[in-house]
């Protein structure tokens, strides 16, 4: 069974592009550049998974590994990547076997890691020193909108840049949007972990009450959905909740660390964050119990 589900791809020139991070969203976002027609040479730190992806996606482009971030963005017009943090992403950036050293001049690296604004500035700062375009891009929609190939995109850098990879990108999209200027894309993704951390909190007590109740929490859930406590989070995971379920994906100890990251920024510029650093501590608690890769909807497991 193929790791993702193929889509009808818009039209884009095939080009030369390297991906760095094959994960559980990486792995997929590569498989949609291959199959959109793009020359892909992908890179991890488990040599392994690069030959399962290659294995996987031998089309007629010749997809490729590379031993190094270097070497895989050698010939690269994009260099794309999602790893895990600030320092996986500078490893896979920076030093003598860093894509950077590596990258062609002109060459535009995206970073699709939810990591600080920080450092997406700096790293921003880096590549221009050296002839290179960076855009931080940010992704949501989970392991699913990656293997659907339908992700929310949100992008902080140069306007030039910008434009030159949103057709390529939105291979694995359904929208690619340009945010503002270097770190706006992760301080977009900030917010968005913001809302869903909030969300996921009321529907875990909504549903908690609900059984306390005695109500039919299915039906529950089919009827607000109609209304106005509709959403997402709601529709996709509210049942699953019901039936004790927390495998889709993204882990709790991932959301911990882009709640700390949205925390981090707000000692920086004053925001008043108590939900979230509230959720966050219940987050720890789930941790606790030993739901580190328990999905982020697991919130409910503290309230039973």
């Known amino acids: 069974m193929s790791s993702i589900q193929p889509k009808t791809y818009e039209s884009s020139p095939p080009r030369n592009v390297a991906f760095l991070g094959l994960g559980v969203m990486g792995y997929p976002m590569a498989g949609h550049l291959a199959l959109a027609g793009h020359r892909v040479t992908v890179y991890n730190r488990s040599a392994a998974k690069s030959a399962a992806w290659g294995a996987e996606f031998a089309v007629a482009n010749g997809p490729a590994c590379a031993e190094t971030p270097r070497l895989a963005a050698a010939d690269a017009d994009m260099v794309f990547c999602c790893v895990g943090n600030d320092d996986d992403l500078r490893s896979v950036t920076l030093g003598a076997d860093g894509a950077f050293a590596g990258m062609k001049p002109g ?10 604004a920080n450092v997406a500035r700096e790293l921003y700062t880096a590549a221009k020193n050296i002839g290179l375009q960076f855009i931080d891009a940010p992704v949501s929609g989970g392991q699913a909108g990656a293997q659907n190939g339908a992700l929310t995109v949100m992008c902080g850098g140069d306007t030039a840049a910008f434009d030159s990879v949103k057709p390529v990108g939105m291979a694995f999209s359904k929208a690619f949007t340009l945010m503002g200027k270097s770190g706006a894309g992760q301080l977009t993704k900030m917010v968005n972990q913001i809302c869903i951390g909030g969300l996921v909190q ?24 109609k209304g106005a406590a509709q959403s997402w989070q709601l529709d996709n995971r509210g049942k699953t909740m019901v039936a004790d379920k927390f495998d889709f994906g993204f882990a709790v100890d991932w959301m911990r660390k882009d709640l700390g990251l949205a925390l981090d920024e707000a000692r920086r510029n004053g925001a008043r964050l108590p939900v979230t650093a509230l959720v966050d501590q219940f987050y720890a608690d789930v941790q606790a119990m030993g739901g580190q890769r328990w999905d982020t909807s697991s919130l409910i497991r503290r309230l039973k």
């Open 202 to 225: 009321g529907l875990s007590e909504a549903i908690a009450f609900g059984q306390k109740a005695g109500l039919d929490v299915n039906q529950v859930l089919d009827v607000i959905g």
């Open 107 to 116: 060459a535009v690296f995206v970073d699709h890691t939810t990591a600080s």
